[in-house]
C-alpha cells in the first residue's frame, strides 16, 4: 500500500503561480511513477504531468511550458509547480502512483482544490 497526500491548494488570480506538494509512504517511493491529475467539474480526470523515478516527465499539451513536475526520492515526495494560471486551469488536483511494470495508476491521494479567478 501507498499512502499519498496533497498539499499547497488553494485561489489565485489569473496569471499567479501555486505550488503543489504529495508527500507519500508505505512502500518504496522509487518503484513508482508518479502522476497528477486533475478534474474539473463536469469534465473527465486528466492526467497533467507524469515523472518516473529518474525524472523522465511528459505533460498535457495545455500545461506544456507553464507547469513542471519534479520529485525527490529521498523525502518521498512529488511536487507540480503552476506558473502562469488560468481560468480552466481550476479543478480538484490528485497525485498518484502507478508501478512500473502497470497501466493503470493504483494508489490516489484525496485531491486538493486549486481555483484561478478571471
Known amino acids: 500500500q501507498v499512502q499519498l497526500v496533497e498539499s499547497g491548494g488553494g485561489l489565485v488570480q489569473a496569471g499567479g503561480s501555486l505550488s503543489l506538494s504529495c508527500a507519500t509512504s508505505?512502500?518504496?517511493?522509487?518503484?513508482?511513477?508518479m502522476g497528477w491529475f486533475r478534474q474539473a467539474p463536469g469534465k473527465e480526470r486528466e492526467l497533467v504531468a507524469a515523472?518516473?523515478?529518474?525524472?523522465?516527465?511528459n505533460y498535457a499539451d495545455s500545461v506544456k511550458g507553464r507547469f513542471t513536475v519534479s520529485r525527490d526520492n529521498a523525502k518521498n515526495t512529488v511536487y507540480l509547480q503552476m506558473h502562469s494560471l488560468k481560468p480552466e486551469d481550476t479543478a480538484v488536483y490528485y497525485c498518484?502512483?502507478?508501478?512500473?511494470?502497470?497501466?493503470?495508476?493504483?494508489?490516489w491521494g484525496q485531491g486538493t482544490q486549486v481555483t484561478v479567478s478571471s
Open positions: 498518484a502512483a502507478r508501478l512500473l511494470t502497470k497501466n493503470d495508476y493504483d494508489y
Open positions: 508505505g512502500r518504496t517511493f522509487s518503484w513508482y511513477i
Open positions: 515523472i518516473t523515478s529518474g525524472g523522465s516527465t
